[in-house]
């Protein structure tokens, strides 16, 4: 379905970011990795599906990099066809405890880099009549959580961002959309099983259904493979008409 596009996604050598990279390849689309630690294994397994991938180690909180990253895809593959907005980090305390130099890096990757990589992909796309942005927002865009300020901010913020490219895109062929997971079982969140596990001197076991049962109602985590299935779907062209959504997939959560 998708031959002959590019994909980029940004923080995919791991966790969701590859999953969504993984299934985009499946249907043809080159991969444009982007990510910090191994970079070998991710690039094997892509090319595995046959198609070409590149990897560019931008560091998404500065803008300059950003922009050589896109550059560097432009000359790899022509223009980016499809831009997945991935990259995140977090950071827990409450308001008055948190670090500003930790907020400041949370907005700068989780939400700035996004806008900064669609202001850079969006004149090919809208040139080509065709383009697809996806934010992975997160069950956080919707609802918040205490002690995660500056992920909740930075996250409601791309949602709006989401909805803010849709609008100016409407009549075109650039569609934008955002996804927001819930708990998602990725390298970072097994570091807050293992951590409750430890804090409370339980099993790994216990401790997931501890933090499943805290906020998830379906009590089972979202995987990297089903959230590229529903990037692979707002990719295709039943999505057509889809713009400025925020499709939460979080196991009943932001239903509560």
Not at 169 to 179: K, R
Request: proline share 4%; with cysteine; net charge neutral.
């Amino acid at each position: 379905m998708l031959k002959g596009k590019t994909a980029l996604v940004t923080g995919s050598t791991s966790g969701i970011g590859l999953g969504i990279a993984n299934a985009l390849a499946a249907q043809g689309a080159n991969i444009v990795l982007n990510g910090f630690g191994d970079v070998e294994g991710p690039k094997a397994g892509i090319a595995a599906h046959g198609v070409k991938v590149a990897y560019h180690g931008a560091d998404m909180s500065k803008p300059a990099e950003i922009e050589a990253m896109m550059k560097f895809a432009a000359a790899e593959f022509g223009r980016v066809d499809i831009l997945v907005n991935n990259a995140g980090i977090q950071h827990v305390a409450t308001i008055e405890e948190f670090p500003p130099e930790k907020w400041d890096a949370i907005i700068a990757i989780n939400l700035s880099s996004a806008f900064h990589a669609s202001r850079l992909a969006l004149p090919a796309m809208q040139k080509a009549n065709w383009g697809r942005i996806i934010n992975l927002a997160s069950v956080h865009g919707l609802v918040a959580s205490a002690q995660k300020s500056a992920y909740v901010a930075a996250k409601h913020g791309l949602v709006g961002l989401t909805k803010v490219t849709a609008l100016e895109n409407a009549t075109t062929g650039v569609t934008c959309n955002a996804i927001c997971p819930g708990w998602v079982l990725t390298p970072l969140v097994q570091k807050q099983v293992d951590a409750r596990a430890a804090a409370g001197g339980i099993s790994n076991d216990a401790a997931i259904k501890q933090l499943l049962g805290e906020k998830e109602p379906s009590m089972q985590f979202t995987t990297p493979e089903e959230l590229g299935q529903l990037a692979v779907f707002l990719c295709s062209p039943a999505a057509n008409n889809v713009r400025g959504v925020a499709w939460n997939m979080d196991g009943g959560w932001a239903a509560q």
